[in-house]
T-cell receptor
Framework: AQSVAQPEDQVNVAEGNPLTVKCTYS??????LFWYVQYPNRGLQFLLK??????LVKGSYGFEAEFNKSQTSFHLKKPSALVSDSALYFC?????????????FGSGTRLQVQP | DTEVTQTPKHLVMGMTNKKSLKCEQH?????MYWYKQKAKKPPELMFV???????INESVPSRFSPECPNSSLLNLHLHALQPEDSALYLC????????????FGPGTRLTVL
C-alpha cells in the first residue's frame, strides 16, 4: 500500500526566512509525488510534482521540492517565505506500479508565516 | 479554461432530503473525482470516473450516488444523509495518465442537520 507522512502538524517561520515542509513516502515501486496548497474554505491548488529526472523540482509561487530516493523524502522548500504563503500544505503520492489513479494524501501541514 | 467549477458553494439539508452536487470542467479531462474532506483532515477519495465509467468505489455508503452524464460533468446525488456526512466535498479532474496532476474545484460545504 502507498502512503505519505507529514511529520509536522504546523510549521512557523518568519517572513523572509527560508521554509521547509517535510514529507516522506512509502510505495512499492517508483512514486509520482505531488504538493498541493489549500487556503481556507478553498479547494486544493497544485504546486509541483516529481515524476522522473532532476531531483530538484521547481513549481508555482517560488516553491521547489527535493526528491531523495534513499531517504524516501520529498520536502517542500522556499528560499524566502511570504505572509501570503500561510496555508495548509498537502503532500500526495501515486504509485505507478499499481496503476491506481487515486492520490494518497498526507495529513497536511499548516504553515504560518509571521510578519 | 483551467477551472473546475462546483455548485452550490454551500448546502444545508435535512436527513430526509434529496439533493445533488454538481461539478463541471472544460479542460478536456477524461478522469473526474469526488473527494470528501473533514475539517483539518486530508481529502479522502470517494469515486473516480474514467471515460464516464466508474472505475473505483472506495466502499462509500450508498446514500452517496455519483453520476457522470458526459465527460465534462460530474454529479453527486445525496439521499438520507447523516450529520457525520457534513464536510467539504471536492471535485477534481485530470488527464488520464498517472503522471498528470489533478485540478480541484473550490468545493461544496455541506451541512446535514
Amino acid at each position: 500500500a502507498q502512503s505519505v507522512a507529514q511529520p509536522e502538524d504546523q510549521v512557523n517561520v518568519a517572513e523572509g526566512n527560508p521554509l521547509t515542509v517535510k514529507c516522506t513516502y512509502s510505495v512499492s515501486g517508483n512514486p509520482y509525488l505531488f504538493w498541493y496548497v489549500q487556503y481556507p474554505n478553498r479547494g486544493l491548488q497544485f504546486l509541483l510534482k516529481y515524476i522522473t529526472g532532476d531531483n530538484l523540482v521547481k513549481g508555482s509561487y517560488g516553491f521547489e521540492a527535493e526528491f531523495n530516493k534513499s531517504q524516501t523524502s520529498f520536502h517542500l522548500k522556499k528560499p524566502s517565505a511570504l505572509v501570503s504563503d500561510s496555508a495548509l500544505y498537502f503532500c500526495a503520492v501515486r504509485d505507478i506500479n499499481t496503476g491506481r489513479r487515486a492520490l494518497t494524501f498526507g495529513s497536511g501541514t499548516r504553515l504560518q508565516v509571521q510578519p | 479554461d483551467t477551472e473546475v467549477t462546483q455548485t452550490p458553494k454551500h448546502l444545508v439539508m435535512g436527513m430526509t432530503n434529496k439533493k445533488s452536487l454538481k461539478c463541471e470542467q472544460h479542460m478536456g479531462h477524461r478522469a473526474m473525482y469526488w473527494y470528501k474532506q473533514k475539517a483539518k483532515k486530508p481529502p479522502e477519495l470517494m469515486f473516480v470516473y474514467s471515460y464516464e465509467k466508474l472505475s473505483i468505489n472506495e466502499s462509500v455508503p450508498s446514500r452517496f450516488s455519483p453520476e457522470c452524464p458526459n465527460s465534462s460533468l460530474l454529479n453527486l446525488h445525496l439521499h438520507a444523509l447523516q450529520p457525520e456526512d457534513s464536510a467539504l466535498y471536492l471535485c477534481a479532474s485530470s488527464q488520464e495518465s498517472a503522471v498528470n496532476e489533478q485540478f480541484f474545484g473550490p468545493g461544496t460545504r455541506l451541512t446535514v442537520l
